[in-house]
Nanobody, 119 residues
Framework: QVQLVESGGGLVQAGGSLRLSCAAS????????MAWYRQAPGKQRELVAA???????NYVDSVKGRFTISRDNAKNTVYLQMNSLKPEDTAVYYC?????????????WGQGTQVTVSS
């Protein structure tokens, strides 16, 4: 069984920083694209940042220049460095990954980690 476990969420003041981590565990051949989503109260879940297996990245416009997604394939881990945090960044952040068990790939979600940014 494959699991994604997030860590690093918490409470910070506006302008502060947090670094989220998401580690994949279990038995699998490899990990494809990985991403971070977030969902604020009363809003739909949105894609925040994504990174392909080759390292190409993309971000939602609202976090460009402030957030950086990266991955460490040796550790099967994806990170989200969040700088200059704003109150509107407050949300539950979810890790997502395409994981190759065999030839077919499956999509997995982490359980989420709360990020709260105070004014």
């Amino acid at each position: 069984q494959v699991q994604l476990v997030e860590s690093g969420g918490g409470l910070v003041q506006a302008g502060g920083s947090l670094r989220l981590s998401c580690a994949a565990s279990g038995r699998f051949f490899g990990i494809g694209a990985m991403a971070w989503y977030r969902q604020a109260p009363g809003k739909q879940r949105e894609l925040v940042a994504a990174i392909t297996s080759g390292g190409a990245t993309n971000y939602v416009d609202s976090v460009k220049g402030r957030f950086t997604i990266s991955r460490d394939n040796a550790k099967n881990t994806v990170y989200l460095q969040m700088n200059s945090l704003k109150p509107e960044d407050t949300a539950v952040y979810y890790c997502n990954a395409n994981i190759w068990i065999g030839v077919p790939k499956d999509n997995y979600w982490g359980q989420g980690t709360q990020v709260t940014v105070s004014s």
